[in-house]
């Protein structure tokens, strides 16, 4: 009988053992969790930061843009200064065949060079208009990929992390 009351503490001692290193696995999966759960935390925070900042640069993008198409009109200012310059074109067109016939008229070439400088700077300002235009679209788009690779990098990383979640509890039911 104290042969039996013998091994049965030994076995008594061995699953103490286990249970104790059970224990330790376990508290140390718990820490690495803790961990994981914590960088997560940290890199969601970092991402939600830099989404929110390219969020809100993309939002002054698109009011800029906005901005400058509510200044020129669009498309349709634009068209409407390409009509005002053909006209313009037109003008200058009569009056320089009015000047040749009027032999030197002092006051029509005085017109025909206001008329010109008119064109020049209505010329320039369409040119600086579809510039700046092309531009905010290219920064909207950059933005907008940007904003996209985050999105992308935020989903693997809660992907990864979904597997280091799983993984204590596949370490926990091995004996």
């Known amino acids: 009988m104290e ?3 013998r091994e049965l503490h030994d076995m008594l001692s061995g699953k103490e053992s286990q249970m104790q290193k059970s224990r330790e696995k376990l508290t140390h999966v718990q820490d690495e969790l803790l961990r994981a759960d ?32 509510e200044q ?9 200064l390409l009509q005002r310059i053909e006209e313009d074109d037109a003008k200058i067109a009569a009056l320089e065949a009015s000047l040749r016939q009027s032999n030197c008229d002092k006051h ?4 025909l060079q206001n ?4 064109l020049k700077a209505e010329t320039e300002k369409v040119a ?11 920064e ?3 933005a907008m990929n940007e904003l996209q690779c985050y999105r992308i990098q935020t989903q693997e990383m809660e992907r990864v992390l979904q ?11 091995e004996p």
């Open 3 to 5: 042969k039996d009351i």
């Open 38 to 69: 914590n960088e997560r935390l940290a890199q969601e925070a970092s991402h939600r930061s830099q989404v929110d900042n390219l969020q809100s640069l993309l939002m002054e993008k698109q009011e800029e843009l906005n901005y400058h198409k």
């Open 72 to 80: 020129d009109g669009g498309m349709k200012r634009e068209m409407e």
């Open 108 to 111: 029509l070439r005085q017109k």
């Open 115 to 118: 008329m010109e400088q008119r």
């Open 128 to 138: 600086d208009l579809r510039a700046r235009s092309i531009d905010l679209e290219r």
């Open 140 to 142: 909207r788009e950059d």
């Open 163 to 173: 597997e280091k979640q799983d993984q204590p509890d596949r370490l926990v039911k």
